[in-house]
């Protein structure tokens, strides 16, 4: 089993980019940019606009999404089908290409696991998945929330209630 440090799954996402030329195609493209796409979103159609049929740009963007780069949404009302990114486009392609992340986008946030394990009892350990959740809490500023994938509602209002008092 492979642990996702960082949150997503390099190893996987080298094989993606070593064994599939339309993700190898994307994430050169995306690796060759000096800013994040806009709103940290990838579209199917912006991929369209590539030369990557549909299809094709629907089963990359969700290869991406299984390996943790983000979360697929399929579109609605008016939304196109997407890819929201929960790391650093940029970093994530030089990355499954073998290259250093930017050393800026790095040293901006740490890295840490998304795989923490979680000890239940004086014995036995879990393994507990954690997400992480960017806010953008003013223009040029972003914050960043590492919760477990399981969060009670409890846990959540004790998180707010820390985050309530912080400005104080």
Not at 48 to 72: H, K, Q
Not at 131 to 159: F, M, S
Not at 162 to 168: A, Q, S
Request: charged share 25%.
């Amino acid at each position: 089993m492979s642990i996702a440090i960082g949150g997503w799954d390099r190893q996987a996402m080298r094989e993606l980019y070593r064994d599939d030329s339309a993700a190898r195609h994307v994430l050169d493209e995306l690796a060759a940019r000096h800013k994040n796409p806009n709103r940290g979103e990838t579209s199917v159609d912006s991929l369209g606009a590539s030369g990557i049929d549909r299809r094709t740009a629907i089963n990359v963007l969700r290869a991406f999404a299984d390996n943790g780069c983000g979360e697929f949404r399929v579109g609605r009302r008016g939304q196109p089908s997407r890819l929201i990114w929960l790391h650093p486009a940029i970093d994530v392609a030089r990355e499954a290409a073998g290259g250093a992340a930017s050393p800026t986008q790095n040293n901006s946030h740490p890295q840490l696991p998304a795989i923490i394990p979680h000890r239940t009892s004086a014995e036995a350990s879990e393994v507990v998945r954690m997400i992480e959740q960017r806010v953008r809490v003013r223009p040029g500023v972003e914050a960043v929330i590492r919760i477990p994938e399981d969060l009670t509602q409890a846990e959540a209002e004790k998180l707010a209630g820390i985050v309530t008092n912080l400005w104080l």
